[in-house]
């Protein structure tokens, strides 16, 4: 079996001598609900998400084989966060409780969501999305929800800002992605830069919190 | 003759010609047009013109060209050869078009077919001869098709020229006699000298006729065949002999205007309806499915559930 | 990248038929 996919050289970088390489691993999809890929990297430090392009009608042709599948698989760094915050958010209605984090971020179906707590920085940057506690040594979460939308509402900016930059067609006006024009056109308002960019955040989170993002 | 051209790169069509005797500058000329290599599953396809005055058509009578089927390899060579000779006079010319043109032609989106090829390339050649300055007043070729609508489209498009489209022409018109001769003397050097470009290791060259109702010819597809790529370029993908041949033997491919809901036709074969203009446009999707953000779908990408 | 699906995995005389251009 093989597959061909695009990602950052750092995916495989091995520090050292270690047994974790990167792992391929099927965890919850935060926006469907349903199991999707994703990849931790060495010693699982950083999540990548896993997507392919995807057209009808190709194969590839790798050295002297042939390979009926012909998707390209690209994988791209991904905030842990959004996953993390599935299990919160899950914790909060079912508990209601501050609740140490290894007990939160727990999926029978999903068991290597586990991997997600060993994710560099996710512990310094829970704050953003949770009320912390700490007794003793241990520390204790409890999902904030405004706090979260506040968190939500600077990825929002920081994707207007990457559209931008990017050039993406975020207009009503239906446009081939090769078609190269001279601008957005005079038809495009900062409001749809926002709806674009909330839409997009979307695809990370539950449909219930979409909507409140929407609202706030 | 000199194939060296086509003999360095046979993936194209390649053109050839005499020079033009000055009398056929001079004086009115009959053109007459024929091809070598319609039949055969392997090996180009040659149409060939070839042109004197009226008031010579005697002599090219007297070079005794006669119906060029019945003649074997070594008697068309020797009748050529007397062509050539008679260079005074007579004039030819030749477009060689390679079996890797015709099966691409015939198997494109946008079917180019056979006869419209064969139509399209005489046409062509009476053209060059006229731009070359012979003074065409008359053409004679054999029928490609139905006669009655190939006489029209000649007479469309040479209106000064008076034209006539007959069965079996090759032995009742000594000027498509020759050109008969002109194609066939270039298609035998064509086949003899043909380059391979695929590595065919071992294969023996022995592929008999080349016709496809030849078991010999039959024999060297099926030995010849690669699962995956088919056929060497020697071999008209679009001929039905060895169409049936793929979808037997080798792997199935798809193309975006295969047949809809066809299992997959082999590595030659192509769908023959037009697809919906609407397939261009929108991919199906399940009535369940939830549609990612439209920056995703615009780029074709996806979630992935699985390897 | 081929724009067409071969139903196939396995080997294939890429070499054999192909050479790659720039």
């Known amino acids: ?216 | 003759m000199d194939l060296s051209d086509f003999e360095r790169d046979n993936t194209g069509s390649c053109r050839l010609s005499s020079p033009v005797p000055e009398v056929c500058r001079a004086e009115d000329c009959c053109l007459g047009i024929d091809e070598a290599g319609r039949g055969p599953v392997l090996g180009p396809m040659v149409y060939g013109i070839c042109f004197c005055p009226l008031s010579r058509l005697g002599d090219l009578e007297a070079l005794k060209v006669a119906d060029s089927k019945t003649l074997s390899e070594a008697e068309r060579e020797r009748l050529f050869g007397k062509l050539e000779q008679a260079r005074d006079f007579v004039g030819w010319a030749l477009d060689i078009l390679s079996p890797n043109l015709i099966s691409t032609s015939m198997q494109r989106r946008a079917k180019y077919n056979l006869n419209s090829l064969s139509h399209d390339t005489a046409m062509a050649l009476v053209q060059l001869a006229l731009d070359q300055g012979v003074r065409v007043t008359q053409v004679f070729v054999d029928t490609v098709g139905p006669a009655d609508k190939y006489q029209q489209k000649l007479k469309e498009r040479f209106p000064e020229v008076e034209v006539t489209v007959r069965p079996k022409a090759d032995s009742l018109f000594p000027v498509v006699s020759a050109a008969s001769i002109c194609a066939k003397v270039a298609r035998d050097h064509a086949v003899k000298r043909w380059k391979f470009l695929e590595d065919l290791k071992d294969l023996k060259m022995d592929y008999g006729s080349g016709y496809p109702n030849d078991p010999k010819t039959k024999e060297w597809l099926s030995q010849c065949l690669d699962p995956v790529f088919g056929f060497p370029q020697f071999v008209r993908f679009s001929w039905s002999t060895a169409q049936l041949i793929l979808d037997g033997r080798a792997v199935p491919v798809r193309w975006e205007d295969s047949e809809e809901g066809a299992g997959g036709s082999p590595a030659a074969g192509r769908g023959s309806g037009t697809p919906s203009l609407l397939s261009y446009f929108a991919r199906t999707q399940a009535a369940t499915e939830r549609q990612s953000h439209r920056f995703f779908h615009e780029r074709g990408l996806e979630t992935v559930a699985d390897l | 990248l081929l724009p067409c699906e071969i139903r196939h995995n396995g080997p294939a005389a890429v070499s054999r038929f192909f050479s790659p251009a720039i």
């Open chain 1, 1 to 216: 079996d093989q597959w061909v996919l695009v990602a950052p050289e750092s995916v495989t970088d091995l520090p050292g001598k270690t047994e974790n390489g990167p792992v391929f691993t099927r965890l919850h999809n935060p926006c469907t609900g349903e199991a999707a890929l994703y990849l931790f990297d060495t010693n699982a430090q950083q999540l990548f998400e896993v997507k392919a392009f995807h057209e009808d009608y190709h194969s590839w042709f790798i050295d002297q084989t042939v390979q009926h599948d012909g998707r390209l698989l690209l994988v791209t760094p991904m905030d842990p966060l959004f996953m993390v915050l599935y299990y919160l958010i899950k914790a909060e209605k079912e508990q209601g409780k501050f609740q140490p984090l290894d007990q939160i971020v727990i999926d029978a179906d999903f068991p290597s969501c586990s991997m997600l707590l060993q994710c560099a920085k996710l512990k310094s940057f829970l704050h953003h999305v949770t009320d912390e506690k700490e007794i003793g040594n241990k520390k204790f979460y409890k999902y904030n929800k405004e706090k979260t939308l506040k968190w939500l509402n600077k990825k929002v900016d920081q994707t207007v800002r990457a559209l931008k930059i990017g050039n993406v067609n975020v207009g009503p006006r239906v446009q081939s992605t090769t078609f190269i024009s001279g601008g957005q056109g005079s038809d495009v308002k900062e409001e749809d830069y926002i709806r674009y960019a909330h839409g997009l955040i979307s695809e990370y989170i539950p449909k219930e919190l979409s909507e409140d993002l929407a609202k706030y």
